[in-house]
């Protein structure tokens, strides 16, 4: 908890802008971000004897040896509450200041400044407070004697007044009266120190006013926060602390990480008896099986690892296949979206545009109808009762199609059910060694701790989720004498989750409780988790690395622990999506209560809690039942507010509530437009505003200079406002996905001040902006749409000089033959996607690109054999023609294709013929996808050679076609997947 407040509070002091302030203010920030350094060691140390005393006072669990709770936790708290305080100063310091400085006009500069001089929140006050100190001369003036008769209360009211006012300023006879008003606030401004903020601001408690009571003077704040400071760690020397711990970091970590990057099901030890024996069951007849069964136990015994392996084997056996993960608070309506979801995925099949907003009863329908005639594999994950189970039971169609339903449950049903024991000691020895043994250190190591290692194993009571955790921790240990303390810390009583959540760095505790805050059913986008780590100030900058990157070694590493659980993973093995288990996210969830850290609003059942400044709302609406037991005064100190799932019945958003925001996540807003006064969030770094329904974006989004990321795909939005030039720290702009038509408009003469700018999709293209991208050098995604061939030379030009560029994709018009230029060598480019008609010496540039993994051509109207062009992309890892060849033959030579794994051909009218596979060619290949080619009457001699081979997947094929593939089907041990109806 303070070791969180307090490293939060240095990373965001670390990042402030210090030459835009007054000289003694950027000081005094300095020296308080040097005190907070020397008490961070501190808070860190005590850390672990906290965390373990709470565990004790939660249970009820008595000690001897345990250190004085009432001292140590009173001091921890005091530590965490100063920090809080002091970065909510801080903060609103930033903020108040930054509008002073980038507000376009006088009057609303003299408006902010009024914040500073008076506790009242009646913004009335504040401007009586502050005309107070001006001359007698000014103070008599008609205009300023009206301004005291005011009674407003909001900030609206008073500059809708002061709007009305202007043409009296403007007259010229009040021309010198504005001048010396404008010279009497300046002065004051420069006068400002941190101490009259603290004796002024009025969003401190009480417990920090106290503390810094005699800082009422200027420059006394300092002075203050050094003597508090001092006295804390004073006192940090009197409590007795563990301490003296060592933490795995840089690139000592990434190699520890690395080994487990790729790591899936073969973390399974154990349990080879029982994952037989349920393949079994998946396999067998119909009359000797019953159509569901359940894997039960406790939580963290490896329910879910079990059913993976038993899902990864058994689902090339039947022709579509579903894993869903059950919540208790979601709806049925849910459960049935995810498993048509499901469904469709397994066949290829996209998924109805209106399938989030799908009643019951039609998904149902749905469901039935795709399911006649087919072989279904559910897994329903983690049910918390079996009235879902009946449910989906009763969906499924009745006839001579067969349905397995396999259940994972802490609830016990006694009808077919396996229910997994703890692991053996031998087992759990073995997986202890398995996680915690890297090849750097070898067993040699291993045994020298052999008999600390067993009674490890033996205080973790053959649980697999606290073995692996604990394995995983301790694999970042690199002296026996570390070994030793973790386990003195399980011989005190600390759960496992407490020990390795203490053992995780202040940030990563931090990037911990974020990501357990999120629904448990969520799949969460790593890309989207790490940009808001980033927005909240969350990851540790290292030097000549991108914050990008340096969030990436903190998921890796979380990662790694088993704090996260990776759910997908690209082709080429890199974390897709992640979710954290059940388990692991309750205990996150009340440590995150305890610390103010989050609030989950639906499931608050007590007062808004005091300095948290984070909201997640799932499961309710904004300003609907779920909040209207809050007033706005406990929205007021917010930095991040996630609202996280469609809803049809969000009430207007009064973004006057969230002044301090950084983080505004709406995502599935159901109104058509957002108010004006999201301009007014001056802090504001994130906004996601994804599948809402808004259809025009307001201008005061201009004012957002400090904005990182937009998100705005699946919207209906077309065009970015105008004069965004001030947005130079924005870092990604996310207007449409890459494999649509759709794009939205910028104006020209913009993209150029977007320096910083990593990730551009879905920007329409035109001639001002392919010139304009030559200035964007930092750009690793670009996704461009409606390109025609003149945009092509400059658009190659600024691409050349992309040196950081991995995913390019340009959707468009360039069959011009006309067009003659040389082609950009991208060495850095891993995945290209075209879409549109194509020349064919664009398709030989392509056939160059040697570093390319992933590639995707469609609508290409080739007549070239792309095959045989691209052939010796050495690192080509997936290759997708849909609609891309108007040929009639494919073939390729030998060697071809090395590390291939996936090809799908689909669309292709006139094709043929395939020419038999020739030996060495594609000997890597896993997946092979033919779709919707009526001329195409046989499968391609030589599949017996890939010896890699699994799956083949077939969807509307001739009836000739479909013959050999029933032939292959039969004889074959490929998973043979049969979608869609025959040509």
Known sequence: MAAQAVSNFLRKLKAFPMYKVDTRISEELRDIEKVFSLLLPHVQNAEWDELINREKEQEGRKSNDRVDISELNTWHWSVAVCAAEVEQIFIMYNFHMYNLFNTPTFYMKFLYSCHFKTDSNNVADKIRNCLSILSRSIRASPMIQAIFTLDQTSVEDCVLLLSKVSEVLTSPEMTELLLNLERTVYRQHQQWSLGNLLSNNGSTTSQIRMNFESAHMEGQVKDAIFLESAHMIDQAKEVKLFGGWSYAKGEEFLAINR???????????G?????????????????????????????????????????????????????????????????????????LKSISVMAPYNIDTMGEKPLKKLINSWLIGKKFLLILDDIPSW??????????????????????????????????????????????????????????????????????????????????????????????????????????????????????????????????????????????????????????????????ESAQDQLDELIHRNMIQVVKRNIDGRVKTCRILRRMRKFALRRSEGDHFTVILPSLKRAFPERCHRAFLYGASY????????????????????????????????LNDFRLLCVLELQGFCHES?????????????LGLRSGKIK?????????????????????????PDDLEGWQKLRHLLLERSFTDKVVNLRDGIIEA??????????????????????????????????????????????????????????GSFEDESYKFPFPQLYSLEKLCIGGPMMNNLLDWVGKLHYVKSLYLWDSKLTKDPLRSLQHLSNLMVLSLCNSYDGKNIEFGHEGFPKLKKLSILHCQNLKSWEEIPHGAMTKLETLNFGYCPSLVELPKGLDKLNSLCSIEVSNMSSQFMQYVHELQSISRLSISIRGTVQ
């Open 259 to 269: 080994s487990h990057q790729h790591q899936l099901v073969a973390d399974m030890v």
């Open 271 to 343: 349990r080879e008896e029982e994952v037989k024996l349920l393949e079994g069951w998946l396999l067998a007849k119909e009359e000797e099986c019953p159509d569901i069964i359940t894997i039960s136990g406790e939580a963290g015994i490896g329910k879910t690892t079990v059913a993976e392996a038993v899902y990864e084997q058994g689902q090339k056996d039947f022709d579509c296949h579903a894993w869903v993960f059950v919540s208790k608070n979601d709806s049925t309506r849910r459960v049935m979206q995810n498993i048509l979801k499901g469904i």
């Open 387 to 548: 009235e879902i189970v009946e449910v989906v039971t009763n969906v499924m169609p009745r006839g001579r199609e067969k349905t397995r339903i396999l259940v994972t449950s802490r609830v016990s049903n006694e009808l077919n059910e396996y229910k997994l024991c703890k692991l053996k000691s031998v087992d759990s020895y073995h997986l202890l060694h398995k996680h915690a043994c890297t090849s750097e250190r070898g067993d040699e190591f291993f045994s020298s701790v052999d008999s600390v290692a067993k009674d490890i194993v033996r205080l973790s009571c053959g649980l697999p989720l606290a073995i692996v955790t604990v394995g995983r921790m301790l694999s970042t240990k690199h002296t026996a004498e570390d070994w030793i303390k973790v386990h003195q810390m399980f011989l005190r009583g600390a759960c496992f989750m407490s020990l390795c959540y203490a053992d995780l760095s202040p940030e990563l505790q931090s990037c911990f409780l974020y990501a357990a805050s999120f629904p448990c059913h969520f799949e969460i986008s790593c890309k989207k988790m790490k940009r808001l780590w980033i927005a909240e100030d969350f990851v540790q900058h290292e030097d000549n690395r991108t914050l990008e």
């Open 623 to 654: 300003d609907g039942t779920s909040t209207s037991k809050f007033s706005r005064k406990d929205f007021s100190g917010l930095y991040s507010f996630l609202a996280l799932e469609l809803n049809q019945h969000q009430a207007p958003l009064n």
């Open 674 to 686: 957002l108010p004006d006064a999201i301009g007014d969030l001056s802090l504001l770094r994130y």
């Open 696 to 720: 025009k974006l307001p201008v005061s989004l201009k004012k957002l200079q400090r904005l990182q990321t937009l998100d705005i795909r699946d919207t209906v939005i077309r065009d970015l």
């Open 754 to 811: 977007f320096i910083d700018l990593q990730t551009l999709a879905g920007l329409k293209m035109t001639e001002a902006i392919a010139k304009g991208l030559i200035n964007l050098r930092g750009i690793r995604k670009l996704s461009i749409g409606a390109v025609q061939g003149l945009h092509l030379l400059p658009l190659f030009k600024a691409v050349e000089r992309m040196e950081f560029l991995r995913s390019f994709t340009m959707k």
